[in-house]
């Protein structure tokens, strides 16, 4: 059964997404983008206040970025963007520096390999080499996302059957898949077929809908519920 995930920018969003029944704290700063990374103090409170609960990832923006890796004990995961590195040969050997940097750092925190189904538009490589990548090197789980939040899901840019056979490929090789890009009850639906370990959501579980406004907790208990029902066949919709 896939579980949910939520992205959170504060300690107060955090506690919300876990009212709500998270099983998985994401912080990210959503004003600087997809992996918008966010502040170390931020980062700290959120991972004090909550990895004693549930494991906790953090975003630390586009690897071409160059920002400091944050490997705060107590942190799960952590993610690079590989958008602007869609002609940048060197990008496998760049993200596996990153991650080796990542694991002498804190050698219980995993990498997560992120692929952009909006790949064109975001300059990065195709999902297909992401994923072969994640299979092939220490990383803890492969997230399938979009880059450009724009009003458009994860399923404009991709089939549910395309979904499906990366996470089959993932699977095979032991690594956890995460499917994110502005998905909604719908589109999990959807998706469920595919089993991931994890859908990752934001703004389905914020005010009104919008990303850039608080997490509700009631919206947040209702994915984590639908989520709950083990079985898409039986799955009334």
């Known amino acids: 059964m896939a579980e949910l995930l939520v992205s959170v920018r504060s300690v107060q969003e955090a506690q919300a997404a876990l009212v709500g029944g998270a099983s998985i704290i994401d912080v990210k700063d959503p004003s600087r983008g997809s992996l918008g990374r966010a502040q170390d103090a931020t980062i700290t409170a959120i991972v004090r206040s909550t990895a004693d609960h549930r494991p906790v990832s953090a ?14 004990p107590g942190l799960s995961y952590v993610k690079w963007g590989l958008a602007g590195c869609g002609g940048r040969a060197r990008w496998r050997t760049e993200l ?22 909006d790949w064109r538009r975001a300059d990065s490589p195709l999902p297909e080499e992401v994923c072969a990548f994640a299979c092939s090197h220490p990383c803890g789980a492969f997230l399938l996302d979009t880059w450009h939040k724009d009003g458009t899901n994860l399923l404009d840019w991709l089939s549910v059957a395309e979904a499906g056979r990366l996470c089959q490929t993932c699977r095979a090789a032991g690594v956890r898949v995460a499917f994110a890009g502005s998905l909604g009850a719908a589109q ?17 579980v914020c005010d009104d809908g919008r990303r850039d406004r608080a ?19 039986n799955d009334g919709n």
């Open 59 to 72: 975003a630390m923006g586009e690897l071409v970025e160059e920002l400091p890796c944050f490997a705060e």
């Open 96 to 117: 596996a520096e990153a991650i080796a940097r990542l694991h002498e750092a804190n050698a219980r925190c995993q990498a997560v390999a992120v692929a952009y189904a």
């Open 215 to 233: 997490i509700d907790a009631d919206a947040v208990q209702r994915l984590a519920n639908l989520l709950r029902i083990t079985s898409p066949a």
């Open 188 to 204: 999990i639906r959807m998706l469920r077929a595919a089993e991931p370990d994890w859908f990752a959501v934001r703004g389905a």
